[in-house]
């Protein structure tokens, strides 16, 4: 199944038009925006445009390389995103990650619409390595190569862990000719100010309301009908993902979410909190409740700083990374019990700093 059209961003898609008619497509570009607005797909778009055999432009739709980008089977078209950890010996895993990126690109292309990547993915070394290795390749089709570098904040999962983050760079200095890099990220504080300098940066707004109701109307199977997707788009705020989330069980989920911040507010609270989470909650709801309290505290700190404020981001950040170790927690055979209680004192002190 191709994917689907890429919905809006027709200012941005001129400024990209014209820079590839002109010759002046910076070599390493990245898209900056809100979670969920498209950034990947223009992403893909741009790679089409770059190897449809009637450009650079405006991709014709109609050509063999923008079929084969549109089914994600361009050999030119390169699209990398964060995979779970490999598990393998350090000798195999760059194979090991070529395999579960293939698997996953796979699942993509049967189900275009999907959703947001597991909490504890990231782009790890074997990941970039893969990529440097691609990187090396000529153009197997087409005249140039593109790669796209979805969520690259994750380059970086741990502060002391920067190989990932410094094996990127070594690529972005020292480009392969003909090879066009596009990196996407909503957190472009949380990127190595050296990756940072050798990317020029473009900026990718929210949608408009009625981009994303049409979304919602024509892309899902079954579509959602029309009154239920205006009223998701305008929650979402100009967010194909935020909307595609917005079912009821993620509202109530989001509404948990809210209750165990909340929770964290007074002594007396905390601990009523703690005693009712059942000592062997199940592990995936449990860990979805924490998905969702790091939502919260995410959307949170984007409006906190979208509206120019910095007092209260350094707590913010604080919660975020508390509810983050604690879904780590979770994974394992920790008590949930214990790992509410160690949460909700953790919030409480992010407060009082």
Not at 178 to 187: G, M, S
Not at 218 to 226: D, M, R, S, T, W
């Amino acid at each position: 199944m191709p994917l689907h059209p890429l919905y809006g961003h027709s200012e941005v898609r001129e400024r990209l038009i014209a820079a590839m008619s002109a010759g002046t497509l910076p070599g390493a570009l990245l898209l900056v925006g809100p979670r969920g607005v498209g950034k990947q797909r223009l992403g893909l778009w741009l790679a089409q445009a770059l190897v449809c055999e009637r450009g650079p432009g405006e991709p014709c739709g109609e050509c063999q390389a923008c079929r084969m980008a549109l089914n994600l089977s361009h050999p030119d078209v390169h699209w990398f995103f964060p995979i779970l950890r490999p598990k393998s010996d350090e000798t195999k895993q760059v194979e090991e990650v070529e395999e579960t990126l293939g698997a996953a690109i796979a699942a993509r292309r049967e189900h275009p619409v999907y959703g947001a990547n597991d909490r504890m993915a990231a782009l790890f070394l074997p990941l970039v390595r893969l990529l440097h290795r691609k990187a090396q390749m000529r153009p197997a089709m087409a005249k140039r190569k593109v790669f796209i570098v979805a969520e690259a904040e994750r380059l970086v999962p741990q502060l002391s862990s920067q190989e990932a983050a410094n094996a990127m760079l070594k690529v972005l200095e020292e480009p392969p000719p003909d090879t066009y890099f596009v990196l996407t990220t909503a957190e472009p504080a949380s990127l190595l100010p050296t990756i940072k300098s050798r990317l020029v940066q473009l900026r990718v707004g929210r949608l408009k309301s009625a981009d994303v109701a049409r979304f919602l109307m024509e892309i899902p199977k079954p579509p959602v009908a029309q009154a239920e997707a205006r009223r998701r788009a305008d929650i979402a705020a100009g967010s194909i993902g935020t909307a595609l989330e917005l079912n009821a069980g993620a509202e109530q989920q989001r509404a948990m979410a809210k209750r165990l911040i909340a929770a964290a507010g007074s002594p007396a609270a905390r601990h009523s909190y703690a005693m009712s989470v059942k000592p062997a909650e199940a592990r995936g709801g449990f860990t979805q409740l924490l998905d969702a309290a790091a939502d919260v505290v995410r959307d949170d700190l984007a409006a906190l700083l979208r509206g120019g404020a910095s007092e209260g981001a350094t707590a913010l950040s604080a919660s975020l990374k508390a509810i983050e170790e604690a879904r780590k927690l979770a994974q394992g055979n920790v008590n949930p019990q214990l790992i509410t209680s160690e949460l909700l004192r953790r919030l409480a002190a992010t407060r009082r700093s």
